[in-house]
């Protein structure tokens, strides 16, 4: 079992300035996640974009709000190796089951339940320590990835740089269809030897982006933060589970340490807000619907 850091701000310097990608000015990257956000005009761009989604929708009658558990998201599980065995990052289908099981617990109240529509094994030293962006991540997905918009490409490997995974957003499909999907290391699915990031929500965290959703951080205390009105602003990322914490003493609430896209311990997270749900729901039916 490897050592996880969590180190917040020297951890985010080094990796944003060792990355090939920079992160967004107000991004706050650590091992828990090297998700890249746009930067802040993207985004603002993305939600007027949203926005004028949603009211030509409505103009045609169209729905935009679903039920729970209305949309069932195909998964495609690509288990990425050195060799046979679980010391070689091949998890056992066990362990995968577990996975796709945590995610539909931790989106039960949203639209979006998860079947898993098949599993391939993969065994390539030189992917199994992909990086961020790197060569071999793109020919890895090159390789490997199934379906449209709409199918979840889950890659489990062994990931360079001490990484937890990173996923794409659903505004990026257009221009990289290839590169969609949520890459996370192989020992942070439930069971694994991750610990505290062992008990699958690493997983639930990247889908969350996959659907849409910033870190709870994003922004810091000031602007549009994650663009969700019903979590509160939060100046920096929360690790271990910091219970009273409130980082933007300012702004009404505590730091939403609970959250499913903030950085704390796989066991302090529990939820995502109802606010949050309605954007997954209303960013995949514009870039994740047929």
Not at 85 to 107: E, F, H, K, T, W
Not at 150 to 166: M, P, Q, R, V
Request: glycine share 10%; net charge neutral.
């Amino acid at each position: 079992m490897r050592t996880l850091t969590r180190l917040a701000a020297a951890t985010a310097a080094l990796l944003v300035l060792s990355g090939p990608t920079l992160a967004a000015r107000d991004d706050h990257l650590s091992h828990r996640c090297y998700t890249v956000a746009p930067e802040p005009e993207e985004r603002a761009a993305i939600d007027q974009r949203l926005n004028t989604f949603l009211l030509a929708k409505r103009a045609k009658g169209g729905q935009t709000h679903r039920a729970p558990g209305s949309v069932t998201i195909p998964v495609w599980f690509h288990v990425i190796n050195k060799g046979a065995g679980l010391a070689n990052g091949d998890i056992p289908q066990s362990q995968i089951d577990d996975q796709i099981a945590v995610l539909n617990a931790a989106y039960a109240s949203t639209p979006f339940q998860f079947q898993l529509v098949g599993v391939d094994r993969t065994t390539n030293n030189k992917w199994y320590t992909m990086g961020y962006g790197s060569r071999q991540e793109k020919k890895a997905k090159a390789a490997l990835r199934k379906g449209g918009p709409e199918t979840l490409n889950l890659y489990s490997a062994n990931l360079g740089g001490g990484l937890l995974g990173w996923a794409t957003f659903p505004s990026s499909y257009t221009a990289q269809p290839k590169m969609d999907g949520v890459v996370m290391l192989y020992s942070s699915v439930p069971g694994g030897t991750a610990a505290p990031y062992n008990e699958g929500d690493t997983g639930t965290h990247e889908v969350g982006h996959w659907l849409g959703l910033y870190h709870t951080f994003q922004g810091g205390c000031t602007g549009a933060g994650d663009s969700v009105d019903d979590t509160p602003y939060e100046a920096s990322a929360a690790f271990g589970c910091p219970v009273g914490r409130d980082s933007c003493t300012s702004k009404p609430g505590l730091d939403p340490i609970t959250n499913f896209m903030d950085y704390t311990d796989d066991s302090c997270m529990n939820q995502f807000t109802a606010l949050q749900a309605t954007r997954m729901d209303q960013m995949h039916l514009q870039y994740r619907t047929p």
